[in-house]
């Protein structure tokens, strides 16, 4: 571009060169980035699968404990029902037809 921002010097290879070491500079940064780029995809492919296998175990438990609260409560209807047939009294209905 402009001749007012241009690189001079005393000697037009030191400007070269600084030019040179301006463009070295400028590619370790690009490599760097390129990088940085490069494990920031690999940790976002590791946290969506770690997301996926989050979700996944979260759901099987989650129908785990309705199974387990399920049984919980056929075992306590089951339970109630036992218990009633214990204490009622059979002999009523026997006991009834013979005081006609």
């Avoid at 070491?21 to 770690?50: F, P, W």
């Avoid at 996926?52 to 099987?60: F, K, M, N, T, V």
């Avoid at 309705?66 to 919980?72: A, R, S, T, W, Y």
């Amino acid at each position: 571009g402009d001749p007012e921002h241009e690189i001079t010097g005393p000697n037009p290879r030191v400007a070269e060169g600084a030019l040179t070491m301006i463009e070295s500079k400028v590619g370790n940064i690009h490599r760097n980035l390129e990088s940085c780029i490069d494990y920031q995809t690999h940790h976002r492919l590791r946290e969506a699968t770690g997301r996926a296998r989050a979700e996944d175990l979260q759901e099987r438990v989650q129908l785990w404990s309705i199974g387990q609260f399920v049984l919980i409560i056929i075992v306590a209807i089951g339970t109630v029902l036992l218990l009633r047939s214990f204490f009622t009294d059979r002999r009523t209905s026997s006991s009834a037809s013979w005081s006609r």
